[in-house]
């Protein structure tokens, strides 16, 4: 299922706090998540920062967001668990609103419960104003996104204002073959070396 709208969310965390978070999350806010009307398409390791959560979120359009994330952080579950969770946290403000460019994520139905051997490389490019035309990426992306100029539908969450992003994902078998790739782009780039966590959706 393609999902209009993409929140690709990076949280800085206090030292040494992101497994607590990730054992947290995965085992409490998933699925509560998905029922209160979104889709957690992946949860990621920053392999190059390890005080840093990255994790895609996925929505039909921004009324169905601003309903599914009110019934989820107006409920029970985020009320059992927030205070857990922000603990483990310094800034989770900076988060990208996303629209697909194509079909988006080839997202499993299934999760699975073993950390697996895959990797991730979020590639992100920024502009003064929004794109014409598209940087050409190194390898076909697995899924690719450019900024959604939308109006934030639920404030309490904030997003990153005024940017101009195309973001694109690339898959990879294991380490090495990410490693493979990193070393032929360019060292100004962004990036993001990602390794899913044991029920990430994407893996």
Not at 7 to 26: K, S, W
Not at 110 to 121: D, I, M, N, Q
Request: glycine share 4%; proline share 9%; charged share 25%.
């Amino acid at each position: 299922m393609t999902y209009p709208i993409v929140e690709l969310r990076q949280y800085t965390l206090h030292p040494g706090r992101r497994d607590e978070l990730i054992e947290l999350f995965d085992r409490e806010l998933v699925e509560t998540q998905e029922d209160a009307g979104m889709a957690v398409l992946g949860q990621f390791r920053d392999l190059r920062d390890p005080d840093r959560f990255v994790w895609l979120r996925g929505f039909a359009d921004m009324p169905a967001r601003a309903a599914a994330l009110a019934r989820f952080y107006g409920g029970p579950v985020w009320a059992a668990h927030r205070d857990a969770a922000n603990a483990t946290m310094i800034d989770f403000d900076d988060v990208l609103l996303l629209r697909p460019l194509g079909a988006g994520f080839p997202v499993p139905a299934t999760r699975g419960s073993a950390l697996p051997s895959s990797r991730f490389v979020a590639t992100l490019h920024f502009a003064d104003a929004p794109f014409e035309t598209f940087p050409e990426p190194e390898l076909p992306p697995l899924a690719s996104f450019t900024t959604a100029y939308e109006k934030n539908t639920f404030p309490a969450l904030p997003v990153r204002e005024g940017e101009h992003a195309y973001v694109w994902f690339a898959r990879f078998d294991d380490q090495d073959a990410m490693d493979e790739h990193l070393a032929r782009v360019d060292p100004a780039a962004t990036v993001l070396p990602l390794a899913p966590t044991a029920r990430s959706r994407l893996r």
